[in-house]
């Protein structure tokens, strides 16, 4: 069975940073494609940012470009979101998601972790 669960959610204020985390069971995350997501009260869930495989690299959505970074720890089986310079706009509760080994669609889902920008 597997298992992601997703923590390092808090307040911080605007221009600070963040570093959630999200470790897994049942899956090894070099073999997926990992991702995450956030979603605002009262707007639709959207993609943050994803890594691939090993030796495949990461994207990113527009509005977190140059702030947010996504790594791996293959040893600890965690993937990791760095977010720097938040933003009030990057409030949400923030998911991550892993896909099958070998695919690419997001089959597996953690809970999520509020994450609140002050300004």
């Known amino acids: 069975q597997v298992q992601l669960v997703a923590s390092g959610g808090g307040l911080v204020q605007a221009g600070g940073s963040l570093r959630l985390s999200c470790a897994a069971s049942g899956l090894t995350f070099s073999s997926s494609r990992t991702g995450w997501f956030r979603q605002a009260p009262g707007k639709e869930r959207e993609f943050v940012g994803a890594?691939?495989?090993?030796?495949?690299?990461?994207n990113y959505a527009d509005s977190v470009k140059g702030r947010f970074t996504i790594s791996r720890d293959n040893a600890k089986n965690t993937v990791y979101l760095h977010m720097n310079n938040l933003k009030p706009e990057d409030t949400a509760v923030y998911f991550c998601a892993a896909s099958r080994a070998m695919t690419t669609d997001f089959a597996y889902w953690g809970q999520g972790t509020q994450v609140t920008v002050s300004s």
């Open positions: 890594i691939g495989r090993i030796l495949i690299g990461t």
